[in-house]
DNA sequence: TATTGTTATACTCTATAACTATA
DNA sequence: TATAGTTATAGAGTATAACAATA
């Protein structure tokens, strides 16, 4: 074994509520309890952690998770994209997707068809049992939702996302536009 | 005894940028391009993602990880802990602590010591190349804050931290106070 | 020859639990 | 017997690359 250093993990899974997310991994935050805790970097994180995690859970109950919430979602706004078109869309390798697509197609949520135009790709559609699935996590995250802004007003809660789209302009990101990446999202994890 | 570590690669490479840090995996995002866009769950989640992903790599050219600067950092507020005592305190499993403390040691950034008191414990300090690569993180994370915060003023910087408190509250995240837990700051990953 | 989807292989991280040395 | 630290084993998840079918 090597040792070496660990570094990454990710992880996921598991979580319901371990310390470790499942393989949420996560690195490590700024401090233990000196300058940096008041820091709007670290606080953010923290935050955005804690929602990723409450997120997942929240759609535990469905037996989803939160990528594969992300990849129905995204067959729901583009019925019959491809596979790989779906994959660069959520950031997930081809050869991942297809693990994802399996899982989901045998539990009878989505299906694959093939393109008459290009026998080479497979086509994504959700069959009504998908559309139902869908829509009930959707209730759920809407709820989330509310339950995250239980403490803001709606004028509180609009110019919290435009301080953190600020701070997210300084990433490069463009949060509230579209485009993104299933793990960017409530993934972490 | 104990790892030979010789490897010594990951660490670099791995990230830097890639669309999935490392391993860091990531779960999944509430929508594509829908409603939960412009919700504050979803923005909150993305932007701590890509926070604690810039964080590893302005970390990375120090050849640290965040979980090892959180380690440093804790060792540093409180010198002489014992490995598991840290390990409790960043949320590490034990067993995954000895890796941490054995790459760290082996570049001479901190070091075990026995304790006289009981010897079944190793106290945890760091060493002179230590104190040092450690100071100079505060200051890359301390770059990092000011330029995530480039685009807020003093009071709008307050503001957000207050509001991301109330939604952190919503969690029962107590952000600001203390209380840190390795994987949840600008881990995430 | 290039591309889509798939499979195969290897690697990393993690957790669990055994093991040692102390107490 | 219980505890701190360590090591060993096994498992989950991922990435890389090789592969088949189609273009």
Not at 38 to 67: D, K, M, N, W
Not at 110 to 119: F, G, I, K, S, Y
Request: hydrophobic share 40%; proline share 7%; charged share 25%.
């Amino acid at each position: 074994m090597r040792v070496d250093e660990t570094t990454k993990q990710h992880g996921e899974g598991d979580d319901e509520d371990g310390p470790w997310p499942g393989g949420v991994v996560a690195p490590a935050p700024p401090s233990i309890d000196g300058p940096p805790f008041r820091a709007v970097g670290f606080t953010v994180s923290s935050v955005g952690y804690a929602v990723a995690r409450r997120f997942r859970q929240t759609l535990a109950p469905l037996q989803l998770e939160p990528r594969e919430f992300a990849l129905l979602r995204a067959i729901s706004a583009a019925e019959g994209l491809s596979q790989q078109a779906a994959a660069e869309r959520l950031q997930i390798p081809p050869s991942r997707m297809v693990a994802f697509v399996d899982a989901l197609e045998a539990r009878e949520l989505l299906e694959r068809r093939h393109n008459p135009l290009d026998r080479r790709t497979r086509t994504l559609y959700l069959t009504p049992a998908g559309h139902e699935l869908l829509a009930h996590a959707l209730v759920l995250a809407a709820e989330l939702e509310n339950h995250l802004c239980a403490q803001l007003n709606g004028a509180e809660r609009e110019l919290l996302l435009d301080l953190l789209q600020r701070v997210g302009s300084q990433l490069g990101l463009e949060v509230g536009k579209h485009a993104v990446h299933a793990h960017s999202a409530l993934a972490h994890e």
